[in-house]
């Protein structure tokens, strides 16, 4: 485990954790997950089709939202940060932008969950099924709140 304080770490250091810990992370985790959703779906689409759908009409467009969240931190939020720009209103209105896309998919975490009865894979699911729901439970226990 990193012993790191991240509140006392320098601002550039904390960037580059957050690009080589969560961005290389969510990049590898999210294709994987939706892949093994469609796997999923393919295979148990005849007794759990509607669960199924409806969490992929969920997951799909969080992992686009995920996507461009992930390129606008790396293009522009931190650009700005690391080479202290301070026009159109500084850093201020990208992590306004950031904050909501954070809790756009905390909410889609939230109606997954709903979807999925506590991520509570059925009786005949297979280990795909099961892997699935306990991957996505990892990724859905609740953030901390953010700092004012």
Known sequence: MDATDWLAAPVPALIDH???????????????????LAKVLQAHGDRHGETLRELTAGYAPMKAELDAHLLKEER??????????????????????????HDSAGDALVQMRRITADYTP?????NTFRALYYELSDGARPAPPHPP
């Open 18 to 36: 957050i690009l080589a810990t969560h961005h290389v992370y969510m990049k590898l985790q999210l294709p994987r997950l939706e892949a093994m």
């Open 76 to 101: 522009i939020l931190f650009l700005m940060i690391r080479t202290d720009e301070s026009h159109c209103g500084g850093v201020h209105n990208p992590i306004r932008v950031m904050l909501y896309e």
């Open 122 to 126: 059925p009786a005949d699911a297979c």
